[in-house]
């Protein structure tokens, strides 16, 4: 394992690249975790090993406000993760030991990997959007963000939630996005998992989300919650099987 940091206009954006056992060059999946996630979450770590082992170089990336990554949590916008995964992907690129390029992320990640299909379509190979929150910004739209109420039209300052707090520009931001335009965009394949029982983004936008790709697969697991904790085994399966059917 590699760890290192990617600029992105300016922060810093802690990374771990992992290479499956003897390879050096080849296919390189970015992966990226959730809202209050980190790289080394459980399962960022599972879907990481899955990669590897079938033969997938890794990169996972903190984005801007999580884990060792520059910015505050308090001031991260997905305008912001989209300038951080393209970075990413500027620096990928210019990787000679890179011959494909897959995305990945979970949750919040998994709406920037929707985005990020579509901006960058001609530059992945497959996507891989896990439990994908692509909701959120009809959720900024409608007032109402995991849980915490507040008056679309006019943005409070601060957001507080259970354990986090956000400024307004997070729901700005947020109310501008249509992921549909994007989902539109994407004609390459895509792998979507999405547990049945998941809390926080509930299953019913996986299963949109693949219905609206053009070559989408939906992998459901079944009585799963948002972040893999019951079933992980049958995530890195569909990680495993999806990778070498290609
Ligand atoms: C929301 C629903 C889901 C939200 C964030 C999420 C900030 C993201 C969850 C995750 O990334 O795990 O309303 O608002």
């Known amino acids: 394992m590699k760890e290192f940091y990617i600029d992105s206009d300016g922060t810093k954006l802690h990374a771990k690249l992992d290479y499956p056992e003897g390879i050096e060059k080849g296919p390189l999946c970015i992966l990226i975790h959730g809202f209050t996630g980190w790289l080394d979450e459980d399962h960022i770590i599972a879907v990481q090993k899955a990669m590897n082992e079938v033969g997938i170089i890794v990169l996972r990336v903190d984005m801007y406000g999580h884990g060792l990554s520059g910015g505050e949590f308090k001031h991260h916008t997905l305008y912001k993760w989209v300038t951080n995964a393209l970075s990413v992907m500027e620096y990928v690129k210019g990787l000679d030991f890179v011959t494909d390029i897959y995305l990945c992320g979970h949750s919040q990640g998994g709406l920037l990997t929707m985005l990020i299909g579509g901006m960058c379509a001609d530059d992945l190979k497959a996507i891989i959007p896990l439990s994908p929150a692509w909701m959120i910004p009809e959720d900024a739209r409608r007032g109402e963000l995991l849980g915490a109420t507040f008056d679309p039209a006019h943005i409070p300052d601060m957001l507080k939630g259970w ?38 983004v509930p299953y019913f936008y996986g299963k949109k989300a693949a219905e609206l790709y053009k070559n989408a697969k939906l992998v459901t697991v079944y009585g799963e919650d948002h972040c893999y904790t019951r079933h992980i085994d049958k995530v890195t399966e569909a990680v495993k099987e999806f990778f070498l059917q290609k």
């Open 163 to 200: 354990d986090w707090e956000l400024s307004g520009d997070y729901i700005r931001v947020a109310q501008t996005i249509h992921p549909e335009d994007e989902i539109a965009r994407y004609k390459g394949p895509v792998l979507i998992i999405h547990g049945d029982e998941d809390e926080a």
